[in-house]
Every structure is written in structure tokens, then in C-alpha cells.
T-cell receptor, first 114, second 114 residues
């Protein structure tokens, strides 16, 4: 079953602007991850944030996690046309034990217009 | 990061035939591998979790007799779609988990059943 719900489902911005995508989830998590997928391609892991972390940075990416609200946000600063892709949040539920099942949200389709 | 490969990257087959997809962890040992399915413009849905040397655990609604999973070694898992039908046409993605519980995704296999 789907755990995460991304918001918005589609986002179109001009190159250079910042893009913010949100993800909400339902159950307690071990960690939350963001992935990127170019059309028809595999997944690229962007960043992982653990349940005891509140914010993480990687290059132009900034991820926040609010476990009290069960939500996360992904900020891409100074967007580029090459950032055009679908972005998924994925959660590993608490107590999933050795399996560490990753459950994906429905994704946000980002279009960056040159 | 670690590399996971899938073969083939795409396959077209006739209705009623069986198709085997391989997932390999190239530079690490994967005790657990996961198989996902992604329909066009949708998110990834977990199909099954497989541990090396044991039977796969299937998600609810996934027919284990139709989607045969074999995880014979620490670097190889296979998914066989038996008696494929057009509705099985999808993008199949595997992921492999290493000893420190990080997951790495393969590039995906696009299956088209005519």
C-alpha cells in the first residue's frame, strides 16, 4: 500500500527558481528517502534522513523532516532544466525489522522551464 | 555507491510466454532483494521481498504463481513473469540491500506483452 503522498503532484517552474515538494506519511518511520526518476528510467537515490534528524543538506538539495506532523519536504534551490524529473519520497516503517521495506509515495512531477 | 544491474533492460514478448528478469548486485552481497512494479505515470508498488536461500514474501494481491522469484545467491535474484499477458506490461525495478541496510536500485526492465 502507498505510504507517502507527495504534494504537489505536478510542479512547473522557471530555471533558477526554487522547487519545494512535500511528502506526508501515515505510520512511524525508521527513515525517509527521496528519489528522482527521469522519464522511463530507474531510480536515483538523492538523500536519506533518519527519524531522529530534522534537516539534511546535499548540494542544492535540502530535506526537512517533521515526525510530529509526519511530513517531509524536499527543496531544490536554483533549479536547472536538468532537474526535470519525477521525485518520490519513500519511507521505511519503524519495526519493519530485517526486511526494511521501502514504500513509495505517488511522486511529484517537476518541470523546469529553461 | 553500490551498483545494481538488471537484465534485460527491455523485453517484448508474445502473450502466453514467460519472461525472466535478472537483478544482480555487482559489488556487494545482498541478503535481501526487492521487486517493484511501476505502471505508466504511477508510483512504484512493492511486489515481493526475497531473502537469499528462502522463499519470497509477496505483497497482498501479487500472485506468487505468476511472478516467480528466485534468490539463489547473494548477488542474484530473478523474477519470472509466467504466462505473460498485456496487463503485465510494466516497468519492473529491483533493489538490493547491503549489510549496512542501505538499498540500491536497479535501472529497471521495461516489459511489453503483445
Amino acid at each position: 500500500s502507498q505510504q507517502g503522498e507527495e504534494d504537489p503532484q505536478a510542479l512547473s517552474i522557471q530555471e533558477g527558481e526554487n522547487a519545494t515538494m512535500n511528502c506526508s506519511y501515515k505510520t512511524s518511520i525508521n527513515n525517509l528517502q527521496w528519489y528522482r526518476q527521469n522519464s522511463g528510467r530507474g531510480l536515483v537515490h538523492l538523500i536519506l534522513i533518519r527519524s531522529n534528524e530534522r534537516e539534511k543538506h546535499s548540494g542544492r538539495l535540502r530535506v526537512t523532516l517533521d515526525t510530529s506532523k509526519k511530513s517531509s519536504s524536499l527543496l531544490i534551490t536554483a533549479s536547472r532544466a536538468a532537474d526535470t524529473a519525477s521525485y518520490f519520497c519513500a519511507t521505511v516503517p519503524m519495526g519493519s525489522g530485517g526486511y526494511q521495506k521501502v514504500t513509495f509515495g505517488i511522486g511529484t512531477k517537476l518541470q523546469v522551464i529553461p | 555507491g553500490a551498483v545494481v544491474s538488471q537484465h534485460p533492460s527491455w523485453v517484448i514478448c508474445k502473450s502466453g510466454t514467460s519472461v525472466k528478469i535478472e537483478c544482480r548486485s555487482l559489488d556487494f552481497q545482498a541478503t535481501t532483494m526487492f521487486w517493484y512494479r511501476q505502471f505508466p505515470k504511477q508510483s512504484l508498488m512493492l511486489m515481493a521481498t526475497s531473502n537469499e536461500g528462502s522463499k519470497a514474501t509477496y505483497e497482498q494481491g501479487v500472485e506468487k504463481d505468476k511472478f516467480l522469484i528466485n534468490h539463489a545467491s547473494l548477488t542474484l535474484s530473478t523474477l519470472t513473469v509466467t504466462s505473460a499477458h498485456p496487463e503485465d506490461s510494466s516497468f519492473y525495478i529491483c533493489s538490493a540491500r547491503d549489510q549496512v541496510a542501505e538499498q540500491f536500485f536497479g535501472p529497471g526492465t521495461r516489459l511489453t506483452v503483445l
